[in-house]
């Protein structure tokens, strides 16, 4: 096995953390290193053509990193997203990921996703990036996940998007200004505002 190959692939995985087989061969290294790598313990294969160094630090969005590594334009949103904010106890089995409309529905065995679809410009707005293992992590932000889960709340539960209400307010994780303002935004807010009026009435 060509050692500078191996150099190189393990210099990007550190760099890049959650890294693509693509990313590897655009830097020189050819799939057979990479195939030996994963066969010798060096490198671990998350998913068909995703890979990572072993000791990686995997905290608990390591599944979104996964998710985001492997559909880049997708958006964690709605039970996910409240998880990544601490607005909610649910732990979901899979991920939820929004993709654009039209968009063709990713295969991915692992890790599990729910995916909903959502109009380009909703695509855009109220979006936050964050960097989890050296991934670009986009999730929607307390306020627009707060309003997503009451547009979805037949797929997610009225229940959880009451809770992720709750917790926001109490939280101070988003405003009730906010919350209203993204509410109208996903033109939701006829529904959501009787839920609303009622928590800040009872403090």
């Known amino acids: 096995m ?95 990921m929004a993709i654009e409309t039209g968009a063709r529905t990713p295969r991915h065995s692992y890790p599990p996703m729910n995916f909903v679809r959502f109009a380009p410009d909703t695509m855009s707005r109220g979006i936050e990036k964050h960097k989890i293992e050296g991934v670009t992590v986009r999730v929607t932000n307390p306020a627009t996940t707060i309003a997503d889960c009451f547009r979805f709340r037949r797929k997610v539960g009225l229940d959880v998007a009451l809770e992720g209400l709750r917790e926001a307010l109490k939280h101070r994780k988003a405003s009730a200004d906010a919350i209203m303002k993204a509410a109208q935004r996903r033109r939701i807010w006829t529904k959501l505002r009787p839920y609303l009026e009622a928590m800040l009435d009872h403090g």
Request: aromatic share 4%; glycine share 10%; hydrophobic share 45%.
């Open 2 to 96: 060509p050692a500078s190959q191996t150099d190189q692939a393990l210099k990007v995985l550190k760099a890049r953390g959650i890294t693509r087989l693509g990313e590897l061969m655009a830097a020189g290294v050819g799939q057979e290193t990479v195939s030996r790598l994963v066969r010798s313990g060096q490198v671990t294969r998350l998913a068909r053509g995703i890979y990572q160094l072993p000791d990686s630090d995997i905290g608990g969005a390591h599944g979104f990193a996964e998710a985001c590594k492997l559909v880049p334009k997708g958006v964690i949103c709605l039970v996910s997203a409240l998880q990544f904010h601490e607005l909610t106890v649910q732990l979901p089995r899979a991920i939820w």
